[in-house]
């Protein structure tokens, strides 16, 4: 287990919102300690720069309020093994990938409850996309060639959708199919290649490729979009089902729906590329399961 606010500064951002601002909520549990329990691999897509950015104008705003009652612990884990051994004690938050909650439900009692809406849907939409001067329109046409995946580790939704269209097309498995896959959390470093003639195709997600087309206009003109995926949720937050306290929970459920109507929420949704956070809905997972048919 890993104790470290220093290394993932989103925590505290995440943190500073949820018991630093609009402390009426949180007054009758300020003689407890919020226990959250955060996956790493949480932290996809993220910018280091505008997370330390971001983090010391929030500490500043939290030192002028003066307001922080509530005592917290962070649980960070980095690797599987960590994350297990975190369950074990009772925590008030679990912040997790889809893809980690369905190995875990196997093993502990997990509630998920909030899902990040994005774009007006419940998750990311991914593309496939090539350039138009390579005029390669199918997934066939990219074999052998070099494809980006925004993620910054092999196992997360766009990768296991890869997987999934390469299997329902009769084709080889990614590693076979391709000449290289390479994996990036920057979107620029993601679909710039194609177009500079270094990669061959990416995958994105929806919502990061038509901010860098409004950066970048010419990319939308010259990019086809081959393939577009169904949504795919990409964190859930998670009770305990050990824990009883049906108000605490009431509570955490509350602030969080709430996030995107104060300032300091806005700040940590933006981050993420996320409009707010909604009640989780057991449909919310049919596409993520598909992916292991």
Known sequence: MIYNIIRYRAILLVLGVLFGHNISYSQKYDDHVYRLVISSSMF????????????????????????IIAEF???????????????KSQFDILY???IEYLKLKKKFSIQPS?????????????????????????????????????????????????????KDSNLPSKKKFFKQ????????????????NKADAAIVT??????????????????????????????LFCFDGRN????????LLKYLQELHKNNYGKQ?????????LIPFKQEYLDNILELYK
């Open 206 to 235: 929806e919502s990061a490729f038509n901010l860098i087309c409004e950066l970048n206009p010419k990319i939308k003109n010259e990019a086809i979009i081959v393939l577009k995926s169904k949504p795919f949720p990409n964190a």
């Open 73 to 87: 612990e962070i649980s960070v884990c980095v690797n599987e093994n960590e994350l297990l051994d975190s369950l």
């Open 96 to 98: 997790i990938s889809p």
């Open 244 to 251: 009883k306290d049906d108000e605490r929970k009431s509570f």
């Open 114 to 166: 909030l899902v990040s809406e994005i774009d007006k849907n419940y998750g990311d939409i991914y593309y496939l996309i090539t350039n138009q001067k390579e005029n390669k329109k199918t997934l066939k046409e990219i074999k052998n060639g070099i494809i980006y995946i925004l993620s910054n580790s092999e196992g997360q939704a766009p990768s296991l959708w890869l997987d999934k269209i390469l």
């Open 44 to 67: 996809q897509n993220t910018k280091p720069e505008d997370v330390e950015a971001s983090t010391k104008i929030l500490a500043a705003e939290l030192n002028k309020s003066g307001n």
């Open 181 to 196: 896959v390479l994996y990036d959390f920057k979107t620029t470093n993601v679909v710039l290649p194609v177009f500079f």
């Open 268 to 276: 940590v949704l933006t981050l993420y590329m996320v409009d707010r």
